[in-house]
Structure formats: C-alpha cells, structure tokens
C-alpha cells in the first residue's frame, strides 16, 4: 500500500489534470476552486484511511483527533468504506454530525450565558441553491481524490501479490545458522 506521499502525489497530479481540464471546458474560475478545494479536503483532512487512527491525515487532526476515534474503531481498513462514493459520504456525514452536535451545544451555552446568538439562516432560495452547487463541486473534487486513492491502494495490492514475499531478517539468520558444519563446530 502506498504511503502518504505516494496518495498525496497522485492527488496532486489529480488536481492538476482536472483543473486543467476544467479550465480547457471553460468552467467558472470559482467552480474549478470548489473542486480543487474537495481533492485538497479529501487529501489532507479527510482521507479514506482516517480509519488508522496513526495515520499522516489523523496526525493534521491534533488533539481534535479524538473525534475520529469511534469511527476507527468501527470501520476496519479498507473496508467497504475505502470504496469513493460511500467513504467519501459517509465520512462527510460523520463529520457533519459532530459539527452539528457543536453548533447545537454552543447554540444551548450562548442562551444560557444570555447571548442571544440566531442561527437562522436567511436569504433567497437561489442563493442557497447557488450555494448548495458549490458544496456539491466540493464533494466532486473529494470523490475524484478518494477515487485516485482507491485505484492507488489496488494496484500496489496487486502488485505486492504478484512477487515474492520478503522473509524477515529473523528467519534469514536463523536460516544461515543452521549449516551443516554446525553440530561438529559446536562440540569442538
């Protein structure tokens, strides 16, 4: 399975064939960012392996980290969740349930300190579905990087299976200690 630098270089080659492409269709100039945005978000910070928890994308996490302790402990590596579409939504809905699990506490402290802090969320309905398409370009972009990270972790499986398993330095010194000489080197 390739490193963090491995996916990361291939998601950078990812995000510059798909920005130049973008540019060759003649996107907008903030869709293509959008979708950028999501290779970067699906590269850096949530990655199909935040289910090892001593992951490189983990370790960004800091202390907030601990957040993503249950869902390592429930999904095993390379699970059905390392699958793009799935993984990607599934790892983007857990993390909308604790930031609305927090805006949800902090909305209940801000009312019992007397802030009065609305969360209503005003405005013309194209605007929120203009938004909402900008979201969508960012799961795109996230989908194309968890997609390059899935075909990534295939083909270095299939080729670990193709060759010959290293034996470890143990088995190769116990190996050259048994000679044939051994016993009578021994007894002398």
Known sequence: MPGFIGHTAANTVALVGTSAYMWY???SIPDILAVDAGILIATFILS???DLFKSEPMAGWGVLRIFWL?????VRHRDRLHIPVLGTAVRWLYLSF????LVILFRFWFRRIGLQVEFDFQGDTDDMIYNLLF???VFVGAIIAD???YVLDII???LKIGRPRRERWSTIRNRE???AGEEEWKEN
């Not at 604790?98 to 699990?101: A, D, K, S, T």
């Open 70 to 74: 249950p869902y390592a402990k429930l």
């Open 48 to 50: 199909p392996d935040m």
């Open 25 to 27: 269709d003649r996107w």
């Open 98 to 101: 604790w930031i609305g699990l």
């Open 177 to 179: 200690s048994s000679f």
């Open 156 to 158: 270095t499986s299939k």
């Open 147 to 149: 997609t390059m990270h």
């Open 135 to 137: 979201l969508v370009d």
